[in-house]
């Protein structure tokens, strides 16, 4: 997975190796590696304030993350098989994962404490997005 930020100055991406690397691309230089995972990561989002961003993992785990520091925050488990996609809401409050087999759990942007699972339909989740209002998650 890449993700940009919205000042076009910096990338992270994830791997099959298990590690996220946040770019600088101007110079092209990895300003950092970081590392948490079980299995490969197959999701980033970035959060609005740009300090903070969520992973998600076939390890069927959901990682916080320091952008400032590369570290971990907070590891959360929930979902029954990999995780196949995330979303952030625009204000941060909550976050959207979607999984291979097709369920979204929606967690609280601040603790990752899970609100709400809904079952999306039979086959795996390729798209997630809140909208503007944080009203309508769409998948």
Not at 91 to 118: F, M, N, P, R
Request: proline residues 2%; hydrophobic residues 40%.
């Amino acid at each position: 997975a890449i993700t940009g930020f919205p000042d076009k100055r910096q990338i992270v991406t994830s791997s099959y190796d298990k590690t996220l690397r946040l770019w600088d691309l101007k110079t092209g230089i990895v300003l950092n590696k970081m590392e948490g995972h079980r299995k490969r990561i197959n999701a980033v989002a970035i959060f609005p304030d740009k300090r903070r961003m969520v992973t998600g993992s076939y390890d069927k785990t959901l990682g916080l993350w320091d952008l400032e520091t590369g570290v971990m925050l907070k590891m959360v488990e929930g979902h029954q098989n990999g995780v196949s996609r995330l979303a952030v809401s625009r204000d941060g409050q909550l976050i959207a994962s979607g999984d291979t087999k097709a369920e979204v759990i929606v967690w609280h942007g601040e603790t990752l404490e899970s609100l709400a699972k809904i079952k999306a339909y039979s086959s795996c989740i390729t798209s997630l997005d809140f909208s503007p209002d944080g009203t309508v998650l769409a998948t």
